[in-house]
């Protein structure tokens, strides 16, 4: 069932810690915690204002943007999900440089919300790769020439699928599922055979039939744990930290539900994790072995949660969370404590949050992207954006300008 196609001569890859600092590679980011390191980047937009370019999509799609080495890459299906694509943009101009499709032709579960391509791609300095779900793992060169692909089987959920995947040095890292077949696992980014993968027991597709609604769409979250990194990942029940190295599942903390859409946050050694459809948050001190709920929680908030899709972003001691129904919240991540709660703007919101400078934007599914202050006194309106197009992507900053995906363009957002 596994096919690996390789191509051999490749020049050795820089680690994803040597990127251009201006570059946005991953979701989320150079460190998938949605902070920029950008200062100046606009605060004012509209179709008529600060649009340096936009570029059409040929179809309506939920992943994000990434930013390097002067391209922009995005992911896009076509055909109901028969073709699969990544497209690659010259950054300066929105001028189209090369799309990959990939042909799928089998039936493929989704839900009309979530279209085929809806995970993002990631990217080294050398190699971007992209994860299509059951049409498979896909690494090319900048210049759009194929290096590798993966079968990684078939995954059958009837909401689709979601996780992107993460550079870690030479490995790349992948949450695959959700469905009856789910596992994190670790392939080579020279040329993507396994390193490592790690099943995940007891998933469910949701169909009709099926027992449960259950799945993770979570993408993997590399963090430093006693000073050497660790993979954290959400999924249902539990979060699991996974050794980079060989995939042994150094703790598990329990506390989640059967729904996890968000990634793990940290701050201040404290890792925050948050269920979905209104389910559980917790808070707890990671490391150690086997599970350390009992040893290692600080606190588990369990009702009256809103219905999470994006995560949050910490700045300090706090968690500013732009949730579902757009209601935004302060968090103090040592105690779950709720330090205030807010109605945004109209508009629902599947997008995560992203910091830059001392603003939070987050663009909804009108297609305004609102900014806001984290404040945890209070919550505080900067500007809200309406390029009055369908959204349900994070935006990626880069250079003082903002990438932003809607369902009908690319755009480049600088002042």
Not at 52 to 81: Q, Y
């Amino acid at each position: 069932m596994m096919r690996i196609f390789v191509l051999t001569g490749l020049v050795s890859a820089v680690a994803a810690t040597a990127v251009q600092a201006a570059d946005w590679p991953a979701f989320r980011g150079p460190n998938g915690d949605g902070v920029s390191s950008e200062k100046n980047v606009p605060l004012n937009w509209s179709p008529e204002k600060n649009i340096k370019w936009k570029a059409p999509l040929p179809d309506k799609g939920n992943s994000s943007p990434i930013v390097s080495k002067g391209k922009v890459f995005v992911t896009c299906a076509t055909d109901g999900g028969k073709q699969r694509g990544l497209y690659c943009f010259d950054r300066q101009t929105g001028k189209p440089l090369w799309s990959k499709i990939v042909p799928y032709a089998a039936d493929d579960l989704t839900h009309a919300t979530n279209p085929y391509c809806g995970s993002s791609p990631a990217a080294d300095g050398q190699r971007v790769v992209v994860w299509h779900g059951s049409a498979g793992l896909y690494c090319y060169d900048y210049d759009g020439k194929e290096l590798w692909s993966r079968d990684l089987g078939v995954f059958k959920h009837i909401w689709g699928y979601g996780s992107s995947p993460v550079f870690l040095g030479e490995k790349i890292i992948l949450n695959c599922g959700p469905g009856e077949r789910t596992f994190v696992t670790a392939v080579a980014a020279a040329d993507g055979k396994t390193i490592w993968q790690k099943d995940e027991p007891g998933g469910a597709s949701g169909e009709k039939g099926s027992s449960e609604w259950l799945g993770s769409w979570s993408t993997p979250f590399v963090a430093k744990v006693n000073g050497r990194d660790q993979i954290l990942v959400s999924l249902p029940q539990h979060v699991n930290a996974y050794d980079p190295d060989d995939g042994t599942i150094l703790w598990t903390c329990d506390g989640l539900d059967k729904l996890v859409y968000t990634s793990p946050v940290i701050s201040d050694g404290i890792v925050v994790t948050m269920g979905g459809y209104h389910g559980p948050a917790l808070g707890f001190k990671p490391g150690g072995s086997g599970n350390i709920t009992a040893a290692g929680r600080l606190w588990h908030v369990t009702t009256k949660n809103p219905q999470r899709i994006g995560t949050g972003v910490v700045v300090g001691r706090h968690l500013y969370m732009a949730n579902e129904q757009h209601i935004a919240q302060c968090i103090e991540v040592a105690t779950g404590k709720e330090l205030w709660i807010s109605r945004m703007p109209e508009g629902v919101i599947w997008a995560s949050p992203v910091l830059a400078g001392d603003r939070l934007y987050v663009t909804n599914q009108n297609g305004t992207t609102i900014v806001f202050r984290p404040n945890p006194e209070k919550f505080e309106l900067l500007a809200e954006n309406n390029l009055n197009e369908h959204s349900n992507s994070t935006i990626a900053v880069s250079d003082g300008q903002i990438f932003l995906r809607t369902f009908q363009h690319l755009y480049c957002i600088g002042e």
